[in-house]
């Protein structure tokens, strides 16, 4: 599996979203790296890691990562924030904890909306996307970018910055898309929240159309309910999808603000 390494400091490891790779990060990775070392993952199938023999799953994913990278905090986007939950959960009980502290950005643990879940999207939403994978490959990884810049102040740019990511690294591989939509369509991963033992910051753009802020806004609330873990949330006011390319440095002052309080260094 393909990481970078970039910048100079306390680590910090980057996970990318569906159909993505770690390139996307290229804005906050410029406003971190001169004093954080990031490690910046392509999960399997995803950018250079395209032809990696791990299957993109939970387990399997979260062992390759922490394989490669030190104790540190994980940052995940989207999809790469369900990597970056279940592998802080896993590793929260050890002494020192693997993950000692979780940042999601705009991710949430239950994608779609089910009858105890009001805050995800139809499961028709995926499924129109594994099928529209098979009949236009190009064409519906279109169209899923232009929903995850729907709603941003910023639209504009952040798709054209997207669509420049897209294939930036080469195509990703078709069995990965697959299994990411399938992840993103059956997880829960709620259960996880009370089992959290590490402090984690929920940063949502209140203006996403993938994910809703009030997902993000419940599963911190539940972890300080639940939980004798610190949990933050923090809501871009004007972002959609991907505010660390609309929002970077919003984005930004919410990461040091939680990192210099529960990891002072």
């Known amino acids: 599996?393909?990481?970078?390494?970039?910048?100079?400091g306390p680590p910090l490891v980057l996970i990318h979203g569906w159909?993505?790779?770690?390139?996307?990060?290229?804005?906050?990775v410029d406003r971190l790296r001169d004093r954080h070392t990031l490690y910046i993952i392509d999960l399997p199938g995803h950018g250079l890691s395209r032809d990696a023999a791990i299957p993109l799953e939970f387990d399997a994913v979260c062992?390759?990562?922490?394989?490669?990278?030190?104790v540190a905090p994980w940052i995940g986007w989207s999809l790469g924030g369900m990597f970056a939950l279940h592998a802080a959960v896993r590793r929260s009980a050890e002494t020192p904890a693997r993950v000692p502290a979780l940042v999601t950005l705009c991710s949430s643990p239950c994608f779609v909306?089910?009858?105890?879940?009001?805050?995800?999207?139809?499961?028709?939403?995926?499924r129109d996307f594994a099928q529209g994978l098979a009949d236009d490959y190009r064409g519906t990884l279109d169209r899923f970018v232009a929903l995850e810049a729907f709603g941003s102040d910023h639209a504009k740019d952040e798709l054209r910055e997207l669509r420049a990511e897209l294939f930036a690294r080469g195509e990703p591989a078709a069995r990965a898309l697959v299994d990411g939509l399938r992840i993103l369509e059956t997880t829960d991963l709620r259960p996880l929240l009370p089992q959290l033992r590490v402090p984690s910051l929920w940063i949502a753009g209140r203006r996403d159309r993938l994910v809703d802020p009030r997902a993000m806004r419940l599963a911190a609330a539940t972890i300080e309910q639940t939980s004798p873990a610190y949990a933050s949330f923090v809501e871009i006011e004007h972002a959609g999808h991907a505010p660390f390319l609309t929002h970077v440095d919003e984005v930004v002052a919410a990461l040091d603000g939680f990192l210099t309080e529960h990891l002072p260094q």
Not at 63 to 70: F, L, N, R, T
Not at 113 to 126: L, N
């Open 113 to 126: 909306r089910g009858p105890d879940w009001r805050f995800g999207v139809s499961p028709e939403i995926f």
């Open 63 to 70: 062992d390759a990562i922490q394989a490669q990278v030190p």
């Open 19 to 28: 159909a993505m790779h770690g390139g996307v990060f290229h804005a906050l």
């Open 1 to 8: 599996m393909h990481m970078t390494v970039s910048g100079d």
